[in-house]
């Protein structure tokens, strides 16, 4: 054999053995392991989790870049991605908050673990695989735009997921942090606007789910986003936003959509102009108008001591600090209602509805006094506020404190929530509409039925287990509803009572109590007033 030969025979062989080797180790190197529920891989990078009950639970997975320094009072910004498997059992931090504003639900609504680097979510899921393409479920706390968490005790999803839907729970930017305006971050915004950042951090959260629930056995075409209270009003400012376009397909509001639209004097900046003379404010008190570059000053300051200021120039009206979203023309291109009131909203299925004595919270530890209602009517509602005492006139021998219950329920909560319903109606939409009237049996919140907030235990099934058997069954039976509706856009299809759809004319309502049964008129007398008030 000659030399040049052997030289084309071992580059024969050379070639022959690469081409029958097995794809196996250096092609495998090469290529993205598959995810998985134990090892899901998300567009940062690969995550763990535990296994629970059947459920799978991911615990603080960062879905935007922590919101400190130069990053403060801007739009949320990707994540940097991670190669390593990244542990996710535990709890991200919360944005930094005051003390939880009401005695009778601190000790479990109590928050520790709290940072400005806070943008984090959570998720449970009941797949099997990542194909499994569930129904999903994005839950957004309350607590007035200034405190809560996804990860309170009352949020645990382990109860609905095992209904068969992926349950998301997130953080956002809170109080002077997540929705302080000022003229100079205006003047440094692309957009030529301030505030609204805890907005930007759901809408973030929302594209987040687009991009990643697959990997956990969900459907990114079939998104409910849920909320109370400041959740609420949050889903129906969602609802307005061009920004969230697309990013969901059907909505929950518990207990929150246009406070301002049923009391019109609550103290909260709306509009950007109002927002950036808070932010002014603030930025007043800290002396940070006083340095050469007030934003600096600002960014230089520890969220304790902005929330300190905040809550010392930005009380509203029943005596606590008050800050939220504003119409900046960019994240909202009006107030919600007036984008509802035009039918520029988004069309999706929605379900809405109150509580019973909402009101009894917010005066919960406190007491005043026949004439101090009569101050803050008058207050509230100016020129209409003969109406609004005829129409909830304080009874003889009547605790004052009923009485306002009744009114800020039906006003401030009842009433705007018909308007959601009416216009989301009269678009075509399926709207399914309720009052929940189970009154609480917790030691000391008797006296105060269905207050704000206490229905959270039974949507989630979580604390409501250590009640009666009645509340058991009855959170069952809201569990079904929800998820039924997540689902497909109808909470009806299982054994529990038919709920009729809502129609303007009837204002058909689900009571959800010691009975659940169908009844009409909806807060009639209140809608028409607030109608009155708002000019429509």
Known sequence: MTRRTAAFM???????????????????????????????????????????????????????????????????????????????????????????????????????????????????????????????????????????????VLYEGKYLARKGVVVVTINYRLGPLGFMAHPLLSEESPHGVSGNYGLLDQIQALRWVQRNISAFGGDPGNVTIFGESAGGASVCALLASPLAEGLFHRAIAESGAFLSMGMPSAGRSETLEEGEKLGKRISHELGCDREGDELAALRSKTPQELIDAFQKV?????????????????????????????????????????????????????SITAQQYENLVRLAYGTYADEVLS?????????????????????????????AA???????????????????????????????????????????????????????????????????????????????RFEPQSAAYQELGEKVVSRTGYYPEAYRLVLEINGL
């Not at 092609?27 to 090892?39: C, D, I, M, R, Y």
């Not at 939220?324 to 291109?333: A, M, Q, S, W």
């Not at 039924?484 to 038919?498: I, L, V």
Request: glycine share 10%; hydrophobic share 35%.
């Open 314 to 366: 930005g009380t509203g009206l029943m005596g606590r600090a008050s800050i939220g979203p504003v119409v900046d023309g960019y994240v909202l291109p009006d107030k919600p209602q007036d984008v509802f009131a035009e039918g520029r909203q988004h069309k999706v299925p929605l379900l809405i509805g109150n509580n019973a004595d909402e009101g009894m919270l917010f005066l919960a530890g406190q």
């Open 391 to 419: 129409l909830f006139p304080l009874q003889p021998g009547e605790d004052p404190r009923a009485a306002y219950s009744r009114l800020f329920t039906a006003m401030g909560f009842a009433a705007p929530s018909r308007f």
């Open 10 to 152: 071992s580059i024969f062989v050379i070639l022959l053995v690469l081409l029958m080797a097995p794809l196996g180790c250096a092609g495998k190197e090469a290529e993205t392991p598959a995810s998985t529920l134990e090892v899901p891989r998300l567009d940062s990078g690969p995550i763990s989790g535990v296994q629970e009950d059947g459920v799978w639970v991911y615990k603080g997975i960062p879905y935007a870049a922590p919101p400190v320094g130069e990053l403060r009072w801007k739009e949320p910004q990707p994540v940097e991605p991670w190669e390593e498997v990244r542990p996710c059992t535990e709890y991200g931090p919360s944005c930094p908050q005051p003390e939880w504003p009401y005695q009778v639900q601190r000790d479990i609504f109590r928050i520790t673990d709290q940072d400005e680097d806070c943008l984090y979510l959570n998720v449970w899921t009941p797949a099997k695989n990542p194909d499994d393409r569930l129904p999903v479920m994005v839950w957004i706390h309350g607590g007035g735009f200034t405190v809560g968490s996804g990860s309170q």
């Open 422 to 500: 009416e216009k989301m109606a009269e678009a075509g939409m399926p709207v399914y509409v309720y009052i929940f009237t189970m009154r609480s049996t917790v030691p000391g919140t008797e006296h105060m039925g269905a207050y704000h907030g206490y229905e959270l235990p039974f949507v989630f099934g979580t604390l409501v287990r250590f009640l009666r058997p009645e509340d058991q069954s009855l959170s069952e039976i809201m569990m079904n509803y929800w998820t039924r509706f997540a689902a497909g856009g109808d909470p009806n299809g299982g054994s529990e009572p038919e709920w009729p």
